[in-house]
T-cell receptor, first 114, second 110 residues
Framework: DAGITQSPRHKVTETGTPVTLRCHQTENHRYMYWYRQDPGHGLRLIHYSYGVKDTDKGEVSDGYSVSRSKTEDFLLTLESATSSQTSVYFC?????????????FGPGTRLTVT | RKEVEQDPGPFNVPEGATVAFNCTYSNSASQSFFWYRQDCRKEPKLLMSVYSSGNEDGRFTAQLNRASQYISLLIRDSKLSDSATYLCVVNSNSGYALNFGKGTSLLVTP
């Protein structure tokens, strides 16, 4: 299995609070991604990174920000959590092969916003 | 139209059966195609890439029809352990990201 960890694995937080999720990889892969998965929607891309300090928005980026100061870490921040952000969040990594290639996923973080 | 569309199922099949899943995609310029498997409350895991000439990995066979923008996955001799959700995946316009179908649920019964 690819060396990807996510923390925390479970979190319950209150509406309006900021939340940061961490993704850590030991594979030295260039590309990192944050997805959310909800019933009826499948996996949706929030943000992705194509290098240190290089990030871009995905399909559902509103209310989220990301940072990547080191190759191995990609942080996802919910600036002011809302109940609609209750979801399972997956981080993924992908090697640099010149185009979109297979992605490997972390174990996920289950976030509940009350 | 959704980028990647799959029949959600569920497909309920007995052990030993052959089952086929289909998927269509909307971006004719797509170059990368995959099938992922996701177990309940777990992360998606890469099952296999899909190549233009079709490819096989043990009991699993993937086919790609670029003209029809159609991808298939065939599972032969189904095992109980094959019960999962199967996700069809295609690269997006950006080139960096992947578009995931919502998945097809498979339940293999004794």
């Amino acid at each position: 299995d690819a060396g990807i960890t996510q923390s925390p694995r479970h979190k319950v937080t209150e509406t309006g609070t900021p939340v940061t999720l961490r993704c850590h990889q030991t594979e030295n892969h260039r590309y990192m991604y944050w997805y959310r998965q909800d019933p009826g929607h499948g996996l949706r891309l929030i943000h992705y990174s194509y290098g240190v300090k290089d990030t871009d928005k995905g399909e559902v980026s509103d209310g989220y920000s990301v940072s990547r100061s080191k190759t191995e870490d990609f942080l996802l921040t919910l600036e002011s959590a809302t109940s609609s952000q209750t979801s399972v969040y997956f981080c993924a990594i992908s090697p640099d092969r010149g185009q979109a290639y297979e992605q490997y996923f972390g174990p996920g973080t289950r976030l509940t916003v009350t | 139209r959704k980028e990647v569309e799959q029949d959600p199922g569920p497909f309920n099949v007995p052990e030993g059966a052959t089952v086929a899943f289909n998927c269509t995609y909307s971006n004719s310029a797509s170059q990368s195609f995959f099938w992922y498997r996701q177990d309940c409350r777990k992360e998606p895991k890469l099952l296999m890439s899909v190549y233009s000439s079709g490819n096989e990995d043990g009991r699993f066979t993937a086919q790609l029809n670029r003209a029809s923008q159609y991808i298939s996955l065939l599972i032969r001799d189904s095992k109980l352990s094959d019960s999962a959700t199967y996700l069809c995946v295609v690269n997006s316009n950006s080139g960096y990201a992947l578009n995931f179908g919502k998945g097809t649920s498979l339940l293999v019964t004794p």
